[in-house]
């Protein structure tokens, strides 16, 4: 492709210009010969720099060996120079050391620093890792990296690639560098002994200005302390002479009111002594002309319109005749806690106990009808076996115990749902059976002498002639309902028939009012179709504004007691708040300036010396970017978080 050796020779000087002006490829740009911004920040060091300086030194890779650690992560920078002539290149190489004998957790930490190690080194033109020591190594390298290193001596027009050469002639220049790197050491030190003496004269000039600056502030104050006091001093002074004039023009103006008092206590005790006399004559004369009056409370009419709570249901099961007959409850020692009721046979109360659970229930039991209509109470204890029939151990205890704290609520819920005057402890479902009442109640009481009309079928008709009248009283009420509605929607229908003439007599009034201001012979014929322009604009306006009246009171006052309420309620609700907190915006500034700072567990020599490292590791790599410092490698390693 190239028709003479010299198209080669130029091919390959562009290339080695084109990779000199790239630089590394995701590296930044930055030029060692121009200080950096971060240079001139008020930011500490090991902030700015969070890397510790490992080593540094002008004899190459092998060198570069002596300071790896294999339980270590480290990251480099070492300059490799190749060719000779006109065409010698230096090649930046970055280093990525992950030891391999590190624990799995700190490395891991370690290795979330390459980023900005690579921001710090770049640019460089490859990077290699390694894992050990051993493979720190000028074999290694270029055997890794061969494909970069590209000679060119060009000498009489012959030009050679050959990486063994320029291995063995980077070998030769390492050792003669091998040399100098006693002094590079001796020159580090001083370096660093530099950087701690001018940090403690730093600090000392910090502290000096600091003393003078709390001497200035303690002067002025105690000037201002002064001048305060001697004012205080004035003031106090003309404080007591006003104070001794005012005390004056006081006693004299309470001696005053002490004889104007005195005369007025003595009319007043006259003047109160025969309102007194009066008050006890008219109260002699009510005594004697007041009747007591006995508030009686409504009776309950035991309809819907009220909640149904515990004790209203007992009061309703034990009323004569009343929509209610049978209660279930759960088991309480302070309140009466209703789990269903209704109106019905004894099935209904049947299916309302619950074969897990102990309950407690009354029920009125009626026979009869007319004179002979007698009503009893029967209270039952629902304490069914079948909680305790389970094949879990743990679970049949607890059941257990359930069972038996519940029915240790006994006496309260007799008390609570009673009274009555037959008891029943059921434990199972073939206990709970109207016969067997029926029974228990024959045993107990006798109705007037007579046992016949306690049956099964007494009981159907009782319970019967009950639904019958309560669903007669419920007919009437819906009926009255129905009046009382027809009614007030007769009156609301009048009221807009009111108002409907009221508008038209309206509309004729303002017809007659804009005819009379028509005038002129010539202008009537136009007044009149003006005028009835005018009417139907009028009767718009009318319509319009009868319209807006239409809307009811009831809709005008539901929105102001809307408004009433929702402003009452936040005045309510400020006025709950304490104090310090009727302003409930915060700034996100303020609150995070509320946080309580971390506190610093580390030693003031320890960030000195920190700030130390980090300085030296900036200049150190600064130097080995420089093409004319001797300095060829420098290696540092990530500054991690100490234990607490």
Same mark, same amino acid.
């Given at each position: 492709?190239?028709?003479?050796?010299?198209?080669?020779?130029?091919?390959?000087?562009?290339?080695?210009?084109?990779?000199?002006?790239?630089?590394?490829?995701?590296?930044?740009?930055?030029? =060692?010969?121009?200080?950096?911004?971060?240079?001139?920040?008020?930011?500490?060091?090991?902030?700015?720099?969070?890397?510790?300086?490992?080593?540094?030194?002008?004899?190459?890779?092998?060198?570069?060996?002596?300071?790896?650690?294999?339980?270590?992560?480290?990251?480099?920078?070492?300059s490799i120079g190749i060719g000779s002539g006109s065409f010698k290149r230096e090649k930046s190489i970055f280093i990525h050391f992950n030891g391999e004998e590190m624990k799995p957790l700190k490395r891991s930490k370690a290795n979330k620093k390459k980023a900005a190690a690579q921001k710090l080194l770049s640019p460089y033109h490859a990077e290699i890792v390694m894992e050990t020591k051993s493979q720190c190594t000028i074999d290694y390298v270029f055997s890794k990296l061969n494909?970069?290193?590209?000679?060119?001596?060009?000498?009489?027009?012959?030009?050679?690639?050959?990486?063994?050469?320029?291995?063995?002639?980077?070998?030769?220049?390492?050792?003669?560098?091998?040399?100098?790197?006693?002094?590079?050491?001796?020159?580090?030190?001083?370096?660093?002994?530099?950087?701690?003496?001018?940090?403690?004269?730093?600090?000392?000039?910090?502290?000096?200005?600091?003393?003078?600056?709390?001497?200035?502030?303690?002067?002025?104050?105690?000037?201002?302390?002064?001048?305060?006091?001697?004012?205080?001093?004035?003031?106090?002074?003309?404080?007591?002479?006003?104070?001794?004039?005012?005390?004056?023009?006081?006693?004299?103006?309470?001696?005053?009111?002490?004889?104007?008092?005195?005369?007025?206590?003595?009319?007043?005790?006259?003047?109160?002594?025969?309102?007194?006399?009066?008050? #006890?004559?008219?109260?002699?004369?009510?005594?004697?002309?007041?009747?007591?009056?006995?508030?009686?409370?409504?009776?309950?009419?035991?309809?819907?319109?009220?909640?149904?709570?515990?004790?209203?249901?007992?009061?309703?099961?034990?009323?004569?005749?009343? =929509?209610?007959?049978?209660?279930?409850?759960?088991?309480?020692?302070?309140?009466?806690?209703?789990?269903?009721?209704?109106?019905?046979?004894?099935?209904?109360?049947?299916?309302?106990?619950?074969?897990?659970?102990?309950?407690?229930?009354?029920?009125?039991?009626?026979?009869? #009808?007319?004179?002979?209509?007698?009503?009893?109470?029967?209270?039952?204890?629902?304490? =069914?076996?079948?909680?305790?029939?389970?094949?879990?151990?743990?679970?049949?205890?607890?059941?257990?115990?359930?069972?038996?704290?519940?029915?240790?609520?006994?006496?309260?819920?007799?008390?609570?749902?009673?009274?009555?005057?037959?008891?029943?402890?059921?434990?199972?479902?073939?206990?709970?059976?109207? #016969?067997?009442?029926?029974?228990?109640?024959?045993?107990?009481?006798?109705?007037?002498?007579?046992?016949?009309?306690?049956?099964?079928?007494?009981?159907?008709?009782?319970?019967?002639?009950?639904?019958?009248?309560?669903?007669?009283?419920?007919?009437?009420?819906?009926?009255?309902?129905?009046?009382?509605?027809?009614?007030?929607?007769?009156?609301?229908?009048?009221?807009?028939?009111?108002?409907?003439?009221?508008?038209?007599?309206?509309?004729?009034?303002?017809?007659?009012?804009?005819?009379?201001?028509?005038?002129?012979?010539?202008?009537?014929?136009?007044?009149?179709?003006?005028?009835?322009?005018?009417?139907?604009?009028?009767?718009?306006? +009318?319509?319009?504004? +009868?319209?807006?009246?239409?809307?009811?009171?009831?809709?005008?006052?539901?929105?102001?007691?809307?408004?009433?309420?929702?402003?009452?309620?936040?005045?309510?609700?400020?006025?709950?708040?304490?104090?310090?907190?009727?302003?409930?915006?915060?700034?996100?500034?303020?609150?995070?300036?509320?946080?309580?700072?971390?506190?610093?567990?580390?030693?003031?020599? #320890?960030?000195?010396?920190?700030?130390?490292?980090?300085?030296?590791?900036?200049?150190?790599?600064?130097?080995?970017?420089?093409?004319?410092?001797?300095?060829?490698?420098?290696?540092?390693?990530?500054?991690?978080?100490?234990?607490?």
């Open positions: 492709l190239f028709s003479t050796k010299r198209d080669v020779a130029n091919a390959i000087m562009a290339h080695h210009q084109q990779l000199s002006s790239v630089g590394s490829i995701g590296s930044v740009d930055f030029d =060692p010969m121009t200080p950096s911004s971060f240079e001139n920040s008020d930011i500490p060091w090991r902030k700015r720099v969070p890397f510790e300086l490992v080593a540094r030194g002008v004899a190459g890779v092998d060198e570069i060996a002596e300071y790896l650690d294999d339980s270590k992560v480290s990251f480099g920078l070492v494909h970069i290193f590209v000679s060119d001596n060009a000498v009489k027009g012959d030009s050679k690639f050959q990486i063994g050469s320029l291995k063995e002639e980077y070998k030769k220049k390492m050792a003669e560098a091998k040399k100098k790197v006693k002094a590079e050491k001796e020159r580090l030190e001083a370096q660093k002994k530099r950087l701690l003496e001018q940090q403690e004269e730093a600090n000392k000039r910090i502290e000096d200005e600091k003393r003078k600056a709390e001497e200035e502030e303690q002067r002025r104050k105690e000037a201002e302390e002064e001048e305060a006091r001697l004012k205080a001093e004035e003031e106090a002074r003309l404080q007591a002479e006003a104070d001794a004039a005012a005390a004056a023009e006081m006693a004299e103006t309470e001696r005053l009111r002490l004889e104007q008092e005195d005369a007025d206590k003595k009319a007043a005790e006259e003047e109160e002594e025969k309102q007194k006399a009066a008050e #006890e004559e008219e109260a002699k004369k009510k005594a004697a002309k007041k009747k007591r009056k006995i508030k009686r409370k409504k009776k309950d009419d035991w309809s819907d319109d009220r909640e149904w709570t515990g004790k209203r249901i007992v009061a309703c099961i034990h009323a004569q005749t009343s =929509p209610l007959n049978w209660a279930v409850f759960q088991p309480s020692d302070s309140d009466v806690i209703p789990m269903a009721f209704g109106h019905g046979g004894l099935n209904d109360l049947r299916d309302a106990l619950k074969p897990d659970q102990v309950q407690y229930g009354i029920m009125r039991l009626t026979f009869g #009808e007319g004179r002979f209509r007698r009503s009893h109470w029967i209270f039952v204890c629902w304490s =069914p076996d079948s909680m305790t029939k389970v094949d879990s151990q743990k679970l049949r205890k607890k059941r257990m115990a359930d069972r038996m704290h519940n029915i240790g609520y006994k006496g309260f819920m007799q008390k609570a749902i009673g009274p009555y005057g037959v008891e029943v402890l059921a434990e199972d479902y073939a206990m709970v059976t109207l #016969e067997d009442w029926i029974l228990r109640v024959r045993r107990t009481v006798v109705v007037d002498g007579h046992d016949d009309f306690m049956n099964a079928e007494s009981f159907q008709k009782a319970l019967d002639a009950e639904k019958a009248h309560f669903e007669e009283r419920k007919r009437k009420q819906e009926e009255e309902k129905k009046k009382k509605l027809a009614l007030e929607k007769k009156l609301r229908e009048s009221s807009e028939d009111e108002e409907d003439v009221y508008d038209k007599d309206e509309q004729a009034k303002n017809r007659k009012k804009r005819k009379r201001k028509k005038k002129g012979d010539d202008e009537d014929a136009e007044g009149d179709e003006e005028g009835d322009d005018d009417d139907d604009d009028a009767d718009k306006e +009318t319509e319009t504004e +009868t319209d807006v009246d239409a809307k009811t009171a009831e809709d005008v006052t539901s929105d102001v007691l809307s408004d009433v309420t929702a402003d009452e309620a936040l005045d309510e609700f400020k006025e709950d708040l304490p104090a310090d907190t009727t302003d409930l915006t915060v700034s996100m500034s303020e609150a995070n300036t509320a946080k309580p700072k971390r506190r610093n567990t580390v030693g003031p020599d #320890e960030l000195k010396k920190r700030d130390v490292s980090s300085q030296l590791c900036y200049e150190s790599i600064t130097l080995v970017k420089r093409p004319d410092s001797d300095l060829v490698w420098v290696l540092v390693e990530p500054r991690l978080p100490s234990k607490k």
